[in-house]
């Protein structure tokens, strides 16, 4: 399972995250769209996302369940880009439909088991993912919040919404 806590933010992290000895990987570019496959389980949504890494290098299906505000179960298979297309045919096939579609840069540091997201979304803003492999409990989530300390982010900008629900609430204004 991955712990995951992630922040709304206004400053640049990168700088702190160098100086805390995080390695960063590419920049990249991805446009995700979203469908709703289950809105039952354990009252958080199941949901399925078509990823496609711009330009046109890889694509991903991407089935996430959220276990709690915290935890995900997430299985990821890639396909050809070439099929993404399809895949979409496929799901307007099986009745569903597009729920969004999320564009975002990002940039991944990454310090032992410990990842850290600079994400730009598109009509949303700037955010920090911080994830870790773990389950919920006491002290995987210690581990998580001691990182989210040095790091520097503030607990208030805390935000428990996938980017989906966020994109649909800005709608709905």
């Not at 990249?28 to 949504?45: A, M, N, S």
């Not at 579609?101 to 410990?114: A, C, I, P, S």
């Amino acid at each position: 399972m991955k712990l995951k806590l992630k922040f709304m933010v206004e400053k640049n992290f990168e700088p702190k995250l160098r100086a805390l000895g995080y390695q960063a990987t590419r920049r990249r570019r991805l446009t995700e769209t979203w469908y709703i496959v289950d809105e039952t389980i354990g009252g958080f949504r199941t949901w399925l996302h078509l990823r496609e890494d711009k330009p046109g290098r890889t694509a991903s299906i991407n089935l996430r369940r959220q276990i709690s505000e915290n935890e995900t179960d997430e299985n990821i298979v890639a396909v050809a880009f070439k099929d993404v297309a399809k895949m979409k045919l496929i799901m307007a096939a099986c009745g569903k439909k597009e729920k969004c579609v999320v564009n975002r840069d990002y940039k991944t540091f990454t310090r032992g088991n410990v990842s850290v997201t600079l994400d730009n979304v598109e009509n949303l803003g700037r955010f920090v993912k911080v994830e870790t492999n773990g389950e919920e409990n006491e002290a995987d989530i210690a581990r998580l919040n001691a990182v989210v300390d040095e790091i520097g982010l503030e607990q208030s900008l805390r935000i428990g919404s996938d980017y989906p629900e966020m994109l649909k609430k800005r709608k709905k204004r």
